[in-house]
């Protein structure tokens, strides 16, 4: 990443971050698709994806990291809230709030869902 051109890391690292919180989602708001991104930065769509790619690959970025999740979308993102409790994989956010607060307190959710809603 040491190499190349600023508008081009710039357009990637736009690009991976709004790929991992779906930016490309027209359901979503905002939303952008990719073509945009790489004109705004006047950069080839191959160039801008290729370097997406190798951000993306660096940083172990995929779909819902929650690392990379954008505050405002951690509530609907279900990496967030699987948590193993007594072996079984369960999803914090239909817990008792007993257990809501207990994980949080113990760093393992970022805030207690029912206080969001």
Known sequence: MLKGKENVWAAAAVHAVGRVN????????????????YEFFGIAESTGQNKSKEIRDILN????????SLPSQLIN?????MLQVDGIVVDIRQAPIELQKFAFEEGY???IPSKQR
Request: glycine share 4%; with cysteine; charged share 15%.
């Open 77 to 81: 993102n279900p990496m967030v809230w």
């Open 22 to 37: 779906f930016l490309d989602d027209p359901s979503q708001s905002p939303h952008c698709k990719a073509r945009a991104i």
């Open 61 to 68: 970025m995929g779909p819902m990291s929650p690392e990379w």
């Open 109 to 111: 959710i970022p805030f």
